[in-house]
């Protein structure tokens, strides 16, 4: 199957869930309780759900997505990648929250209609808790935000001790949507799980780069333990499609991890575009497909 080179196809579909790098300063002060805010994405509604945070005037459409039941009586400012900029207007926000990855569209428009932003970091989960803790200082919410900080912290070690002494496989990771498919790094979220499971990326951070295009004649020369596949969408045509493009390019038959049955698919609501909650369950998956016997 042709592979369409259409990374800005990929990132493109970021913008509906995920976000990266955090940048920003705010002010704290003692009216932090009265705040306003309008949140742009279903991960900072998340985010603020499990901040506690009740006086959230503005949501995003989605059809994909759930938004918390705290903010059923929200008003539906849009998409996530181009709000309404009217409707932000007319709630009178003290403050939006929105993905960095839009920051470049949205910043000025933001500024335009005078109203205070801030882009959170959902890159990796360690983005989102800092976040998380930037948040919670921001809203008078250290507390809580401290606590959920803690609950990372403890996961990630304990974790951590589960596999100490373990040789870590190697791992290509492939990020499809229907019709097209590039690999994931360690600078994206999903390949971030990766590294924190444990395995070794084949093709690293990538410079930076959270998605490349790579030629399967390529990737093969890579020699990875084992082949992981998941989708920003749309999962079971990404699977179809994947099973097919195994299935009738040959490249794919001189890979050891296929010949040996190390190629999993995962499940895009824990390996998606963007930081979320579910990275205990998402971590506890990968370490079932990492440390089998016979995969090192």
Not at 56 to 79: F, L, M, Q
Not at 114 to 129: A, H, I, P, Q
Not at 263 to 275: C, P, T, W
Request: overall charge negative; charged content about 25%; aromatic content about 10%.
């Amino acid at each position: 199957m042709k592979k369409k080179p259409l990374i800005a196809v990929i990132l493109s579909a970021l913008f509906l869930t995920g976000c990266v790098n955090q940048s920003g300063e705010q002010n704290v002060n003692n009216s932090a309780k009265e705040k306003r805010i309008v949140a742009t994405s279903v991960a900072t509604c998340e985010i603020l759900d499990r901040l506690e945070w009740d006086n959230v005037v503005g949501v995003p459409k989605t059809d994909s997505y759930s938004i918390p039941k705290r903010y059923e009586k929200a008003k539906n400012v849009g998409s996530p990648m181009a709000p309404d900029m009217e409707i932000v207007k007319s709630l009178k926000p003290d403050i939006v929250l929105s993905p960095n990855s839009l920051e470049g569209e949205l910043k000025s428009q933001y500024e335009n209609i005078g109203v205070e932003s801030y882009f959170l970091d959902l890159k990796s989960t360690e983005g989102m808790y800092e976040s998380i803790l930037t948040l919670g200082k921001m809203l008078g919410k250290e507390a809580r935000a401290e606590e959920l900080y803690k609950e990372f912290e403890d996961f990630k070690t304990d974790f951590a001790k589960k596999h100490t002494g373990e040789e870590a496989p190697t791992v290509l990771l492939l990020m499809g949507i229907p019709g097209s498919y590039v690999v994931a790094t360690e600078s994206s979220y999903a390949g971030s799980l990766v590294k924190l499971a444990g395995g070794i990326n084949v093709y690293g951070d990538g410079a930076g780069q959270d998605f490349l295009n790579i030629n399967p004649e390529d990737m093969v020369k890579k020699k990875p333990d084992i082949i992981l596949r998941t989708s920003h969408a749309l999962p079971e045509q990404v699977k179809k499609m994947f099973a097919e493009e195994f299935k009738t390019n040959d490249i794919w038959k001189h890979f050891e991890a296929v010949q040996q049955g190390y190629v999993y698919d995962l499940n895009n609501e824990k390996f998606g575009m963007s930081a979320n909650f579910r990275y205990k369950e998402a971590l506890q998956e990968l370490e079932t497909y990492l440390y089998q016997e016979g995969t090192n």
